[in-house]
């Protein structure tokens, strides 16, 4: 028997072994890909930066780590980011539950995918299309001022108000979809009989629905935390003065020069997911991503 012959009957008496080697190709990607890049990150956040040239000084240090944890302007900003960014996760959570309710148990199998495809349909138009298109809803003369002319309102203008709305409405479907699933794999006997039983809808809603719906709530806040903790390009187009922590890795990578500080600045929000999703880990949302 050839060597290539008895490979492959070792393959086949040996599923993990076959199993691992299909996996080796995709887990050594991501090694280099993504806990290279994070490794790189780090790396660079332990150099500094020539004051008079601009350029790399590759000599260890913790002056830029520091100076994201104790001075004001970087620990503001990072509570900001993360402010908004429980917000954001918060609204859309309240928004897609009932959504989300409608399209899995009261909507007949007939609508769902229709309904589906419109929760769908947002994403495919340009990020950027839909960003400006907030920006303009918030502007002078726009349609907010348009709305509330007649009752005396008037648009709060670009600020953390409009980032956001603007936020909220962009990771929308994120949200809706994983709460879809987790209501669709919820048995309908189970309602009938919380319902057969006298409860009324409410308490059904925060019993039964609720409990288990749970995990699939924190596998969608999972996608707007992290998408809302990393966005820049929003914030600059709705956000007025007010900056988030992309903005400073940007501003730092641009204008000022300081790769170093930036790739400090870009481990807040790295170390903030990795607590995030050992939390939600724990509640059992990964299984439903």
Avoid at 106 to 131: E, G, H, Q
Avoid at 137 to 159: E, K
Avoid at 200 to 214: A, D, E, K, Y
Avoid at 261 to 284: D, E, F, Q, T, W
């Amino acid at each position: 028997m050839s060597a290539r012959s008895r490979l492959s009957s070792w393959l086949t008496r040996t599923p993990r072994a076959r199993l691992a080697l299909l996996l080796s190709a995709p887990l050594l990607w991501l090694g280099l890909a993504y806990i290279g890049a994070l490794a790189a990150l780090l790396i660079t956040a332990l150099w500094s930066t020539n004051a008079f040239t601009g350029q790399i000084e590759r000599v260890w240090t913790l002056d830029n780590i520091r100076i994201v944890l104790t001075d004001p302007v970087y620990r503001a900003v990072t509570f900001r980011t993360i402010g908004v960014a429980v917000l954001v996760t918060l609204i859309d959570a309240a928004l897609a539950l009932p959504v989300a309710f409608f399209m899995a148990k009261v909507a007949s199998p007939r609508w769902r995918p229709l309904l589906v495809a419109a929760i769908l349909l947002p994403l495919w138009a340009s990020y950027l299309v839909k960003a400006y298109a907030w920006r303009s809803m918030f502007g002078g003369g726009g349609l907010i001022d348009w709305l509330g002319a007649p009752f005396g309102i008037t648009s709060p203008g670009y600020g953390l108000t409009a980032t956001v709305c603007t936020l909220a409405y962009l990771w929308f479907p994120y949200m809706v979809l994983p709460i879809f699933a987790g209501l669709d794999r919820l048995p309908g006997s189970l309602l009938e009989a919380a319902g057969d039983l006298g409860a009324r809808p409410g308490r059904i809603l925060r019993t039964v629905v609720l409990p288990m719906v749970f995990p699939a709530v924190v596998a969608g806040s999972i996608f707007t935390f992290s998408l809302t903790l990393g966005d820049y390009v929003a914030v600059e187009i709705v956000g007025g003065t007010k900056q988030f922590l992309g903005n400073l890795v940007y501003d730092n990578i641009g204008a000022a020069s300081n790769q170093p500080l930036a790739a400090a600045v870009g481990l807040v929000p790295v170390v903030v997911m990795i607590v995030y999703l050992s939390l939600s880990r724990r509640a059992g949302a990964l299984e439903h991503l």
